[in-house]
């Protein structure tokens, strides 16, 4: 069976150089920046209530449960910090997920297991998921590269576990790391994480076209 190597590299290696460019205020041409968001945007699959469903959410790499509180803290940290007339919040705010996810010192930390997102808006999506947890979520960069991840949907919301729900505040924070922040809307959204279960090459390469792929792959997962 092939490595997965080549999906982990696409999938999380570019969007970390990406983040780390952006701090550095290195150059990137607007067709590097877009192509970038391909691999944060993938196609969400579901089959319930609502029917076979297809929705794109945006996606993040989390860190490893061993270090999910201590993230958090530093994520909220950094956005109680937030003063609309600061116009250096949000480059901070990349410093700090730099710190704690996507710097090469931070590679360890990270949990290449799961994916997580935000429910925003409860409609297909959101009734087939709390039915059925079963799903695929499809990533395509054109003109070749696509890539497929199946697994199982967990669905984290306070409003209806009545507890304090970690990953629902951390990929909430996340998303406000870098853009204006709102803590008052965090339980609005609730949270999605994607238990990777299995992982085909997509691509339109003699070596893709549905090829499935070793998982887990252990070079980026220690």
């Given at each position: 069976?092939?490595?997965?190597?080549?999906?982990?590299?696409?999938?999380?290696?570019?969007?970390?150089?990406?983040?780390?460019?952006i701090?550095?205020?290195?150059?990137?041409?607007?067709?590097?920046?877009?192509?970038?968001?391909?691999?944060?945007?993938?196609?969400?699959?579901?089959n319930?209530?609502?029917?076979?469903?297809?929705?794109?959410?945006?996606?993040?790499?989390?860190?490893?449960?061993?270090?999910l509180?201590?993230?958090?803290?530093?994520?909220?940290?950094?956005?109680?910090?937030?003063?609309?007339?600061?116009?250096?919040?949000?480059?901070r705010?990349?410093?700090?997920?730099?710190?704690?996810?996507?710097?090469?010192?931070?590679?360890?930390?990270?949990?290449?297991?799961?994916?997580?997102?935000?429910?925003?808006a409860?409609?297909?999506?959101?009734?087939?998921?709390?039915?059925?947890?079963?799903?695929?979520?499809?990533?395509?960069?054109?003109?070749?590269?696509?890539?497929?991840?199946?697994?199982?949907?967990?669905?984290?919301?306070?409003?209806?576990?009545?507890?304090?729900?970690?990953?629902?505040?951390?990929i909430?924070?996340?998303?406000?790391?870098?853009?204006?922040?709102?803590?008052?809307?965090?339980?609005?959204?609730?949270?999605?994480?994607?238990r990777?279960?299995?992982?085909?090459?997509?691509?339109?390469?003699?070596?893709?076209?549905?090829?499935?792929?070793?998982?887990?792959?252990?070079?980026?997962?220690?």
């Amino acid at each position: 069976m092939k490595s997965s190597e080549a999906f982990f590299k696409w999938a999380f290696t570019t969007r970390a150089n990406t983040v780390i460019k952006i701090f550095n205020d290195e150059p990137m041409t607007p067709e590097k920046m877009f192509l970038s968001f391909c691999s944060h945007d993938p196609t969400f699959i579901s089959n319930g209530p609502a029917g076979l469903n297809g929705s794109i959410k945006g996606i993040g790499f989390m860190p490893k449960p061993e270090f999910l509180e201590e993230t958090l803290e530093a994520y909220i940290n950094h956005i109680k910090s937030y003063d609309p007339e600061d116009k250096g919040y949000s480059k901070r705010g990349l410093g700090v997920l730099i710190k704690y996810m996507y710097g090469p010192e931070a590679r360890d930390r990270v949990d290449f297991s799961c994916v997580g997102s935000l429910e925003m808006a409860k409609k297909h999506s959101w009734a087939n998921y709390q039915a059925n947890p079963e799903a695929t979520l499809m990533f395509y960069q054109p003109p070749m590269i696509s890539y497929e991840l199946r697994g199982k949907m967990e669905i984290y919301d306070e409003t209806i576990s009545g507890k304090r729900e970690l990953y629902q505040q951390f990929i909430n924070a996340q998303h406000d790391m870098y853009h204006t922040p709102d803590m008052s809307r965090w339980l609005k959204y609730a949270a999605y994480v994607f238990r990777i279960e299995e992982i085909y090459d997509n691509c339109a390469t003699r070596e893709g076209f549905g090829t499935q792929m070793e998982y887990p792959y252990e070079g980026l997962l220690k």
